[in-house]
């Protein structure tokens, strides 16, 4: 799923995810059953949440 949005695994750590857009980068890591989805692609980030909600049952906390 995570690679069908076009994100990249991190070579230090097989829970963080990147992805690059032309307007900036999405960072995501994930643990177990929970996520934390961070960037400056602000328009970006709406998007994946949005996919992933479509794919599974989520819960957004808002801003940490």
Known sequence: MISSLVFVFSCHD????IKCT???HIIMSLYIDDMIITGD???GISVLKKE????F???DFGYL
């Not at 097989?14 to 995810?17: N, Y």
């Not at 992933?52 to 794919?55: D, F, M, P, S, V």
């Open 14 to 17: 097989s829970t963080l995810f």
């Open 22 to 24: 032309n307007t900036g």
């Open 41 to 43: 692609d602000i328009d």
């Open 52 to 55: 992933l909600a479509k794919q």
């Open 57 to 59: 049952e989520m819960r």
